[in-house]
Each structure stands twice: as structure tokens, then as C-alpha cells.
């Protein structure tokens, strides 16, 4: 399985900004698709996940409200929208992909990854 994660770019505090992650090779176990960032310095936290068969999210408290998470199952694709950015939300942002059947927000559990994408929030 493969991922492409694409969409930074350098916005201003308040903007919005979309990422797509689009998933090829993908097989009916690797059902979980999730968003993590990392700033420099710091470890590599969880964002956001979807399952691609059910109606299933989760956020970190960090962005709920003001981040949503998305899928296309045409089009093998992820997004992540976005809304009221912070200089904190600063950071490389990944998509991942896991087996299983639970959301889990641990980087480690997730087996595939993107090579990610930059985000940066001027103030």
C-alpha cells in the first residue's frame, strides 16, 4: 500500500487549508486511515482518523471543532480540512493507514505512511 499526502503550504493564523492523502493498493483490511503531525522537535502526535467502511472518526482535543476529516472511497482518497489555523498547528503533517477495527491514535499501530506534507501558520 502506498500514500501520498499533499496539500501544505505556508498560510496566515485563522486560514483554512485542505491535505489529501490519496491510498493506492489498498485492501479491505487496511481499514483505518489516519492524519498525525510532527514539529520540529517534538514527537510525532495524532490529528485525525477515518475507517473507510463505516461512518467513523476521531480527532485530538487540539482540533476538534476545527479540523474535519474526510473520505472518497471512489477515489481512494483522505482529506483534511482545516479551519482557524494556529501557529501551533505548525508541522509535518502524515497520513498513515493500519489494519484493524479500532481507531487508534498511536503512531506506532499505524503500518503504512506518507512521505507528509508541511504545514506552517504565520502569526
Known amino acids: 500500500m502506498q500514500l501520498v499526502d499533499s496539500g501544505g503550504g505556508l498560510v496566515q493564523a485563522g486560514d483554512s487549508l485542505t491535505l489529501s492523502c490519496a491510498a493506492s493498493?489498498?485492501?479491505?483490511?487496511?481499514?483505518?486511515m489516519g492524519w498525525f503531525r510532527q514539529a520540529p522537535g517534538k514527537e510525532r502526535e495524532f490529528v485525525a482518523a477515518?475507517?473507510?467502511?463505516?461512518?467513523?472518526?476521531r480527532y485530538a482535543d487540539s482540533v476538534k471543532g476545527r479540523f474535519s476529516i474526510s473520505k472518497d472511497n471512489g477515489k481512494n482518497t483522505v482529506y483534511l480540512q482545516m479551519n482557524s489555523l494556529k501557529p501551533e498547528d505548525t508541522a509535518v503533517y502524515y497520513c498513515?493507514?493500519?489494519?484493524?477495527?479500532?481507531?487508534?491514535?498511536?503512531?506506532?499501530?499505524?503500518?503504512?505512511w506518507g512521505q507528509g506534507t508541511q504545514v506552517t501558520v504565520s502569526s
Open positions: 498513515a493507514a493500519r489494519s484493524g477495527v479500532g481507531i487508534v491514535t498511536t503512531a506506532y499501530d499505524y503500518a503504512y
Open positions: 493498493g489498498r485492501t479491505v483490511n487496511t481499514d483505518i
Open positions: 477515518i475507517r473507510w467502511s463505516a461512518v467513523s472518526t
